[in-house]
């Protein structure tokens, strides 16, 4: 039998092992890749109007500060339990990505 060649032994190792036509762990890094670019997109096209939002908020404070302040007063509990609801929620997400690595 004839000596085989570093190339030819490298060709017959891999013959038998075809790639995957489609490699769904590189799929889902790249989709996860994409989505994480379009929303940083999109909270950076949201950021200048949250900015135009807050000068105007502050512009128009003295005329609307009497009636916010009452408003205010009476939603400070409903505020409270939506603020820990969200952290909450934003803890449980935390650590159900962890869990899922």
């Known amino acids: 039998m004839?000596?085989?060649?570093?190339?030819?032994?490298?060709?017959?190792l891999f013959a038998d092992q075809a790639p995957p036509a489609r490699d769904p762990v590189f799929s889902?890094?790249?989709m996860q890749r994409v989505?994480?670019?379009?929303?940083?997109?999109?909270?950076?096209?949201?950021?200048?109007?949250?900015?135009?939002?807050?000068?105007?908020?502050w512009a128009l404070q003295p005329v609307l500060g009497?009636?916010?302040?009452?408003l205010a007063d009476s939603l400070v509990?409903?505020?409270?339990?939506?603020?820990?609801?969200?952290?909450?929620l934003a803890v449980s997400l935390m650590g159900a990505r962890r869990l899922a690595r």
């Open 2 to 12: 004839a000596e085989l060649t570093p190339d030819q032994k490298l060709a017959a």
């Open 66 to 70: 009497p009636s916010v302040a009452d």
């Open 28 to 30: 889902a890094e790249v």
């Open 77 to 88: 509990l409903p505020a409270a339990i939506l603020g820990g609801t969200a952290i909450l």
């Open 35 to 57: 989505a994480r670019r379009r929303a940083w997109a999109r909270v950076g096209a949201a950021a200048p109007w949250a900015g135009v939002a807050g000068l105007l908020a």
